[in-house]
């Protein structure tokens, strides 16, 4: 595994990204620079950063807001130090709330900036052996079953990725796609395989669907289903297999997969919508079990880390 | 996901944030429900910081759409991520309305 640093630099003042640019570059980071936080949140989506240095004065989003974003989509797991001229009470109070890893102050004191991204960089090396282990396997399973009480209780899709992003490297692009992917699969097995809402009732306002699912959930027939979750990961080939199976009734898999096969057409209320995605997103896809069971093949995408040496 | 929605005269701007799913699409169904109530006749959307969206964010863009031509309305995408922009080439949506990448 490389142990090259990747820096992302934040802040309006040229002058200061430059030479903050120049002092990280000669300690040995690999350096890339942004000049306002909506810039930089877009860079953080597309690459790995081990650490991001970010002035907490800009225009447009600031580093707090910023900060917040961060936090909203990665958890905890990268780095954010923030620079500030100046460190009033409240500001601090709110920075530390919303996760700031260090401070510096300005003037720049470059030797405790660096100092502070090694102890980042080195605590979070601690921290990574978790990935280490996984990515060391030749192949790692995962089995969940889920009851549909408990379905709408958690946001998945943020449990998975946060999974994902801990235990292995998986390229920006390919987290974004394989997000969509898990919505899709799980979101079906509870919608269609579990709760068999029409078209109609899924059309219907928040509230009103809310309380139909509450009250579907109720009944026996629905509440004693259950929906499973399974993914592998291959390390060889840098591969992830996700399957989600109902105990619904099925449906005609072949024809849907038939149309998603096919030149899509524009069309407002076209069904099968999601089929076609996952069949376009995934390098394989497969429904078996009368089409309760679907499963994808999606490739992880470039090992970012790696490549950077 | 984060949206902000800014209804200006005849124009309505919206922009999406993160990755839209199964689990935020209501959050956009009611912002969208706001525009089709408002006074305004473009919907200006702003997709360049949406990561990703699963079927069912497009679909509550498509029954908002319905509507709102019903009514006179119209919808540019003004911005989007390559992710999106693929998505709605993909889906033939830019048959529909305009969508600008970038």
């Known amino acids: 595994m490389s142990l090259s640093t990747k820096v992302l630099v934040v802040d309006d003042s040229i002058a200061i990204v430059n030479s903050l640019v120049a002092i990280l570059g000669i300690s040995g980071f690999e350096v890339d620079t942004a000049f306002n936080a909506s810039d930089a949140l877009r860079k953080i989506h597309n690459n790995a950063y081990d650490v991001v240095v970010c002035d907490i004065e800009m225009p447009g989003l600031t580093g707090l807001e910023f900060l917040s974003k961060v936090r909203i989509e990665f958890g905890r797991e990268l780095d954010v130090i923030l620079m500030t001229g100046y460190l009033e009470h409240d500001y601090f109070i709110e920075a530390i709330r919303l996760g700031a890893s260090d401070f510096i102050r300005k003037p720049i004191d470059t030797k405790l900036m660096i100092r502070s991204i090694r102890e980042l960089v080195q605590r979070k090396r601690s921290r990574s052996d978790l990935a280490d282990f996984y990515t060391n396997l030749d192949r790692a399973e995962f089995s969940f079953v889920m009851s549909p009480q408990h379905f709408s209780k958690y946001a998945l899709s943020k449990i998975f990725s946060t999974y994902l992003r801990q235990s292995f490297k998986v390229a920006p692009k390919a987290m974004n796609e394989l997000l969509v992917c898990v919505d899709e699969m799980v979101y079906n097995a509870f919608i269609h395989g579990t709760l068999k809402l029409t078209t109609n009732e899924r059309a219907m306002d928040h509230n009103h669907l809310k309380t139909l699912i509450e009250d579907k959930l109720k009944e026996p027939d629905i509440s004693s289903k259950r929906i499973k979750l399974n993914f592998s990961v291959d390390n060889s080939s840098r591969c992830i297999e996700i399957s989600v199976e109902d105990e619904g009734e099925g449906f005609d898999y072949k024809y849907w997969l038939a149309q998603a096969k096919r030149e899509p057409i524009a069309e407002i209320e076209g069904h099968g919508r999601g089929i076609a995605m996952l069949y376009h997103l995934c390098e394989c896809l497969e429904f078996s079990e009368a089409g309760r069971k679907v499963k994808v093949r999606k490739h992880l995408g470039p090992d970012s880390h790696n490549e950077a040496v | ?102």
């Not at chain 2, 993160?18 to 169904?29: D, P």
């Not at chain 2, 863009?61 to 390559?82: A, C, P, Q």
Request: aromatic share 6%; glycine share 8%.
């Open chain 2, 1 to 102: 996901m984060n949206i902000e929605l800014t209804i200006n005269g005849n124009i309505a701007a919206m922009k999406i944030d993160g990755i839209l799913n199964s689990e935020n699409a209501h959050i956009l169904q009611e912002k969208l429900a706001g525009v089709l109530n408002s006074g305004a006749t473009t919907l200006e959307l702003d997709l360049l910081d949406c990561r990703n969206i699963s079927s069912t964010g497009i679909g509550k863009i498509l029954l908002f759409y319905k509507d709102y031509i019903t009514k006179g309305g119209e919808i540019e995408v003004v911005r989007s991520s390559n992710s999106v922009y693929e998505l709605f080439s993909m889906l033939k949506l830019n048959q529909l309305f305009t969508v600008n990448l970038g």
